[in-house]
RNA sequence: GCCGACGUAGCUCAGCUGGUAGAGCACUUCACUCGUAAUGAAGGGGUCCCCGGUUCGAGUCCGGGCGUCGGCUCCA
């Protein structure tokens, strides 16, 4: 009996019965036949050797295919496992899966090696040695008992672990094996027909990985590598990821003169002038962006009675992420967020439902004691300063409330081009409050996205104990994804410091709490914009956005004058009063990302004016003094760019 | 916190198997006074991350600590 299978072009094949897609690629044509490496049997990915359903719809994969990455990758971990397993007897696998940029595998090396960098030649040049030798894939479907007897025979116990947990889990009867060479694998595949395909790649680096992603099992040695189609998208890649490291904001942070760090006290930025200029602008522009919506500014204090952090849970669930410290026998501790800080002031007065909503932000100043090894420039301190706001608001007043923080966060992400993925976290395992609070609040915060057509991922259970939330992401120049924005309903704090208002029923009522927080942090925010701009950070926000560059001493005092006629306007400039050549001047502008570099040389110190270039190298010609200082402070309210 | 690597001048880095350190840039001085991405010359500058050990002798070897980097866990 035949099979019949439809093909992507709408056209229906005939085979033979039992036939696989390798059958399918050589009735098609011998050229495809050699190019496949796996077929999308109605969208599924399958191994080239498995036989097609009659009436599948059937497309060839080759390596032009988007499928054809991962699989690679993939073929590659089993080729690094390979490798690995012939050159340190008794090393036990794990897995090796093929990840967003590359592939990784897992294991346990004997007691006393050490895996380090220094090994990868030896390893890949066993990799490359079966990748010419094109093992084929062959791919064995066993009974789970046959399969743990095998793994448990070679003493791969995290192989046998994987088995019991499908069995148990999953009530799995057969699983299969793919082997290559002399390398078996408990894999649920597919691959492509050989070793073959695998024909540029790169190990890349060693790093612990627990096994099973769990803090209290072994520590795993994991191999990162990556793997292409093509020697030249290797190359390509690899020459992107340079590029990227060139973006980076903490090499940008040292070069630009921005911030530093210190041993002294890690993971605790130093701003310097130059980044405190752009901090400043930044603070500028939160600050009347909040008047401006609504919110009303407080500060508040950095050290609190423990007795406060034991009333907000913090003491229970945050202790280890706090610093405390004794004030004439009376245990202190440095606030970690700012939340506890605001209820006082909430509480200060009695509050009316027409009150509400009260709206409370800080640019506040908050320390967690966040692991050392999770420090990262910027991006991970501990000394963070955040956009920090809580609403306190009637049931009612919620999703509409949410909206707005949600608009606000993307008028904000918009001024900066900066486009975050969105997340909403609901209800956890833990979780205090009624089923019914959850409801409302997860469809309050769905309903805020969903009126404003925000596509979003749903992270199921990972919303905070006290209620769910919208987290707002953006990824880094090394490919590292951080949360800047987030939006929290609360209903857990109001509870535990007794928070009320009084409705207009007379009766007391208890508010809701949103924390919110929209850059995230002024550090993180910073070092964001840093990678995004590449270190050419927008007019309104350069640290110095004019420099003046007299072509000979003699114009130095000229030089000064237009600094102080710029610096009148509400401009930073500076004159570069070196005595080098113009060329030279040009050149240490342009490697700090001056955005405008003004040539002040004898016609134009007898004409009133500069002669204006850009940074990148656009040149303008004179232009008075009066008028292009009138221009760039219009430009620099306006932040534009 | 866990695994691995790394820590030499302000920065980027060199320093072989142990014999008390070097380059480029930056900095200072002098000369040059310059027209759109590096003018030249001279000079200064180092507890080789810290503590301990081995050794006649440690930047180099060993142990501990701190920090940084890449991951993992965490955070979000």
């Not at 952090?309 to 992420?321: A, R, V």
Request: one cysteine or more; aromatic letters at 8%.
């Amino acid at each position: 009996m035949a099979l019949h299978v439809h093909l992507p072009d709408g056209k229906e094949l005939e085979l033979a019965e039992g036939a696989s897609g390798a059958d399918l690629a050589s009735a098609i044509g011998p050229g495809l036949a050699r190019a496949a490496l796996a077929v999308a049997a109605d969208g599924q990915v399958r191994d080239l050797a498995a036989p097609l359903r009659d009436g599948a719809s059937v497309a060839v994969i080759t390596a032009k295919s988007d499928e054809a990455l991962p699989l690679v990758r993939h073929d590659a971990a089993h080729v690094l496992a390979t490798a690995v397993m012939e050159l340190y007897p008794g090393v036990k696998i794990s897995i090796g899966p093929a990840i967003e940029n590359g592939f990784y595998y897992d294991f346990e090396f004997p007691e006393g090696v050490v895996l380090s960098e220094a090994d990868f030649p030896a390893i890949e040049e066993r990799m490359r040695a079966h990748i010419k030798a094109g093992e084929p894939f062959v791919r064995e479907d066993l009974p789970v008992a046959a399969a743990r007897e095998r793994f448990l025979a070679q003493r791969q116990d995290y192989k046998v672990e994987l088995i019991d947990d499908l069995m148990r889990d999953e009530g799995v009867e057969t699983v299969s094996l793919y082997t290559n060479g002399p390398f078996t694998d408990l894999c649920r595949g597919p691959h492509a027909p050989s070793t073959a395909t695998v024909k540029a790649f790169a190990l890349q680096s060693v790093a612990g990985a627990y096994w099973r992603g769990d803090s209290r099992r072994t520590m795993l040695t994991r191999i990162y590598g990556t793997a292409f189609l093509s020697k030249q998208e290797l190359d390509a890649y690899l020459e992107q990821l340079e590029l990227a490291r060139q973006r980076d904001h903490r090499r940008l942070g040292r070069e630009l003169g921005l911030f530093m760090f210190s041993e002294l006290s890690p993971g605790s930025p130093f701003w310097k002038p130059a980044g405190m200029a752009v901090w400043n602008q930044l603070t500028e522009l939160w600050r009347e962006e909040n008047q401006a919506r609504g919110y009303r500014e407080v500060k508040t204090p950095m050290l609190y009675d423990v007795e406060l952090w034991k009333q907000s849970g913090h003491w229970e669930k945050y202790k280890d992420n706090m610093y405390f410290t004794d004030v004439e026998g009376r245990a202190m501790g440095l606030k970690p967020m700012n939340c506890p800080a605001h209820i006082q002031i909430y509480k200060d007065e009695r509050r009316s439902y027409r009150d509400l909503p009260v709206r409370y932000s800080e640019a506040g100043l908050v320390h967690r004691h966040e692991p050392s090894g999770v420090l990262h420039g910027l991006m991970r301190v501990r000394h963070i300063t955040q956009d920090d706001a809580h609403i306190f608001c009637t049931d009612e007043q919620v999703q509409d409330e949410v909206v707005q923080c949600l608009r606000f966060g993307f008028d904000l992400y918009d001024l900066f081009g900066l486009e975050p993925r969105l997340e909403l976290s609901t209800r956890p395992e833990k979780r205090i409050g009624s089923d019914e609070m959850w409801d409302r609040a997860e469809a309050a915060l769905a309903g805020a996205l969903d009126s404003e057509g925000l596509a979003y991922e749903l992270n199921p259970g990972d919303g905070a104990f006290y209620g769910p939330k919208i987290d707002m992401h953006l990824t880094d120049s090394i490919g590292r994804s951080w949360q800047l924005g987030t939006v929290q309903l609360d209903y857990s704090m109001p509870e535990r410091f007794d928070l009320a208002y009084t409705g207009a029923d007379n009766a007391e009522h208890r508010p809701v709490m949103i924390h919110r927080a929209l850059l995230g942090s002024f550090e993180r925010f910073i070092g964001i914009m840093i990678e995004h701009y590449a270190g050419v950070l927008p007019f309104w926000l350069a640290p110095v956005q004019a420099i003046v560059l007299p072509v000979a001493d003699r114009f130095n005092e000229a030089g000064e004058a237009v600094v102080a006629a710029l610096g009148q306007a509400g401009l930073r400039a500076e004159v570069d009063a070196r005595s080098e050549s113009v060329g030279r001047k040009i050149r240490d502008a342009e490697l700090r990302k001056v955005p405008y570099m003004l040539v002040l040389g004898e016609r134009e110190a007898a004409e009133g004016t500069v002669s204006v270039r850009s940074h990148g190298g656009a040149d303008r010609g004179p232009v008075a003094v009066g008028e292009l200082a009138r221009e760039l402070a219009e430009r620099a309210r306006a932040r534009t760019d």
